[in-house]
């Protein structure tokens, strides 16, 4: 096995999964653009890539645990450029469709592998802000790619330049890794390619997979709040800087908890971050109950509330990370990265419908009921599952 410093696998592996973020990112920007089809359309050529995502992350997941984390990086960051290129050659709406349906696979492989990567080249004390780390990179990069396509579109109406760009800076991480990143950890061939999606949780971890599974759906929710926004009467520059502030401040805020929590636990940091989302959702809910909507002042509880649910990721992925054995846990992050998918799915569904019929109040109160919801199905099997205590330096429970 070669012998790389950590901190430069660790930066190349960020800057791996920023570059990837960033060409989804403009992808999602430049489907409705490049394709002449209807919304009807869109939306499922723009769903099979979520939908491959999670039915390949679970036997993505024992593949890294079988044989090795750095070739199932490296084939997924070269597929994934490859298949970003070929979209630039046909505007045929099947041909695109199946390319970004295999493109979900290749996400899989990537995120799947780089979350345990991150796990072997991390211990209980730095494992915190080793996630935000990994989160940074990925608010980051789909901010650079929706710059990234605003930026190409603005100096040309060839949209197939732009898939072509995305896919070379692709191909760039692909090659750095082969440069500068070596396995961390043995291939473990001794066991069956049994794919179970639930190997490498325990009860305790188990039992937070409602409130990550709610989380990202209200991130699939998210996604939909610019169009909301613009529809409000938001200009579209200020929802642009928005946003762009928006995933920066996330970023920074995922480095700081996921630091506190390698601190203070990660059950206290956890518990930050939801008191957090339930302020933001409730003050946004009260300043958007009013017309005009009254933001301004508002800001104070919203800033506070957003910052504080910045702690949610880290915190999250740092206890799976604690808790999953070395043999596992590429199976355990295949089934966090199976809800991700999953609940960004149903979260753009939901949100696309609540925008429609209620817009932005709308979008607000779907997301604070999916919070609730989940966080009491979590409560309750923590409680069940006897774990209920928090300790420093360990993987405590949320409570």
């Not at 723009?46 to 993505?60: D, G, N, R």
């Not at 473990?188 to 794919?195: D, V």
């Not at 609540?354 to 932005?360: C, Q, S």
Request: hydrophobic share 50%.
């Amino acid at each position: 096995m070669r012998r790389v410093s950590r901190n430069r696998q660790l930066f190349v592996l960020y800057a791996s999964m920023l570059v990837t973020r960033a060409g989804f990112g403009s992808i999602l920007l430049l489907f409705p653009l490049y394709l002449n089809v209807g919304s009807l359309g869109i939306g499922i050529a723009l769903s099979v890539y979520p939908i491959l995502e999670f039915l390949s992350a679970a036997p993505i997941g024992r593949y890294v645990d079988l044989k090795g984390r750095l070739r199932t990086l490296i084939l997924g960051l070269l597929s994934v450029s490859v298949l970003t290129m070929l979209i630039s050659l046909t505007r045929n709406f099947y041909a695109v469709t199946i390319i970004h349906g295999i493109m979900g696979f290749s996400g899989a492989a990537v995120t799947v592998s780089s979350l345990t990567m991150i796990t072997d080249l991390t211990v209980v004390s730095n494992r915190g802000v080793g996630m935000g780390g990994f989160d940074l990179a990925n608010v980051m990069g789909y901010a650079l790619g929706i710059t990234l396509a605003t930026t190409i579109l603005h100096l040309t109406d060839n949209y197939g330049i732009a898939f072509m760009v995305t896919g070379l800076l692709l191909l760039s991480a692909g090659v750095a890794c082969i440069l500068f990143v070596g396995e961390t950890s043995h291939a473990n061939t001794h066991q069956s390619f049994l794919i179970n999606p639930l190997i490498g949780l325990d009860r305790s971890t188990f039992a937070i997979l409602p409130l990550w599974f709610g989380l990202t759906s209200i991130l699939g929710v998210v996604f939909v709040l610019p169009r909301s926004l613009m529809e409000s009467g938001v200009g579209t520059s200020h929802v642009g800087v928005t946003f762009s502030l928006g995933a920066f401040a996330v970023g920074m805020g995922s480095v700081i908890f996921g630091r506190l929590s390698d601190k203070i636990g990660r059950g206290k940091t956890l518990a930050i971050g939801v008191v957090g989302l339930i302020l933001l959702l409730f003050s946004t809910m009260d300043a958007v109950a009013h017309r005009p909507f009254e933001i301004h002042e508002h800001l104070p509880l919203i800033a506070s509330g957003g910052l504080m649910a910045t702690a949610i990721v880290p915190s999250a992925l740092a206890y799976v990370g604690d808790r999953a054995g070395k043999n596992v846990r590429g199976s355990a992050m295949g089934i966090y990265s199976m809800m991700l998918s999953l609940g960004m799915a149903v979260g753009n569904l939901l949100g696309g419908y609540f925008t429609h019929t209620r817009g932005l109040s709308g979008i607000v109160e779907l997301s604070l009921g999916i919070l609730l919801i989940s966080l009491s199905v979590t409560g309750t099997l923590l409680y069940r599952a006897g774990a209920l205590t928090i300790k420093k330096h360990t993987a405590p429970s949320m409570l």
